[in-house]
């Protein structure tokens, strides 16, 4: 087994985690209770991105919602309200992210995966600048179509098309779907983004996102509206599931915003020489690069189960390049 030094020049990454990266502990055997809770309360507790999006989809329910009975009826005042507040909630969450590790660059290169610069004079690029690139993709047809969808929603809750729950009615269930959007994302996601990986698809609108071999915080929602539209139409599972407003804020931002935090081509932002705040993964950084491996996430390891699963090592890589060198001799 090569050492830590070696894998990083075999792969060409300038930081690599511990490898093998590991699936969520629920689908691994032997059965260790303990190692469960800890993956939950590191996923949830103390600082993380999902606590953090808890507390500004309630921020946003309470402070920057249009009153709900509005939804009631269709009108551009209350649709226009929202795509403003999702113009500001992704433009300081993929701005500061790139602000501080790309513009002034308050970290270096430490915990970034890639050595590279985001690239720029490049005609794959949209305006032949990445950067620019993913946020005219980003903020535009993104948010828009995010809008659309979390005003679909509200729509549907306020007239009864779709099941409602109150905190006074449901308190066990409103907390709960807090943990089960998560979960229900790695399903989800896994099975969107395998279909958007056909070729007919992938050529028509996955490619676009896929220009991104090297992320930056604006790639994670740079995508063709096709893709948006399903991406972020993982949402309409309320029509079905039972939910107050503030869970459509919640599940519609957590698909949005933490696709720049986990595309931010950093581990996470670093104090006194340790990660404090958990933000981009090694294991999609791997799909950017290698292409047809990781396409899902580390909650429920479809990739394991279905062999596209790259833990980091040198031994997971190789199995990769064969099986991609079989592909194309099976295309010729």
């Not at 909650?299 to 592909?327: C, L, N, Y």
Request: aromatic share 18%; charged share 15%; glycine share 4%.
């Amino acid at each position: 087994m090569a050492d830590d030094k070696e894998r990083k020049r075999i792969s060409g990454w300038h930081y690599m985690p511990a490898v093998p990266v590991k699936v969520s502990p629920v689908f691994r055997l032997p059965f260790r209770p303990i190692d469960i809770f800890l993956w939950f309360w590191r996923s949830w507790f103390l600082i993380s991105e999902r606590l953090i999006l808890v507390a500004v989809a309630c921020i946003s329910w309470f402070y920057f919602q249009p009153a709900f009975e509005r939804s009631q009826t269709w009108a551009f005042d209350w649709v226009f309200e929202m795509w403003v507040r999702n113009i500001i909630l992704m433009t300081l969450v993929a701005g500061s992210l790139h602000l501080f590790f790309y513009t002034f660059k308050k970290q270096g290169k430490e915990k970034k995966y890639d050595p590279r610069d985001l690239a720029k004079s490049n005609r794959s690029f949209t305006l032949k600048n990445q950067v620019w690139d993913n946020m005219f993709w980003t903020l535009g047809s993104g948010v828009a179509i995010w809008t659309a969808f979390e005003a679909l929603m509200f729509w549907a809750l306020a007239n009864g098309y779709a099941p409602m729950i109150t905190w006074a009615a449901n308190p066990i269930w409103f907390v709960v779907l807090f943990f089960l959007i998560p979960i229900w994302e790695s399903f989800y996601f896994y099975w969107m983004h395998r279909l958007f990986h056909v070729p007919a698809l992938y050529k028509t609108a996955h490619s676009l996102h896929h220009r991104n071999i090297n992320v930056g915080p604006w790639s994670g929602l740079s995508m063709h509206p096709l893709e948006h539209l399903f991406f972020l139409g993982s949402v309409v599972i309320h029509f079905v599931v039972a939910c107050h407003p503030i869970h459509i804020l919640f599940h519609l931002q957590y698909f949005a915003l933490t696709a720049a935090t986990t595309h931010c081509g950093f581990e996470g932002v670093v104090i006194k020489d340790k990660t404090r705040l958990s933000l981009g993964t090694f294991h999609h950084q791997m799909h950017h690069r290698y292409f047809d491996c990781n396409y899902g996430s580390l909650e429920i390891p479809w990739d394991k189960w279905f062999g596209s699963f790259h833990d980091g090592t040198p031994e997971a890589h190789e199995v990769i390049r064969e099986r991609r060198q079989r592909m194309a001799s099976s295309n010729k």
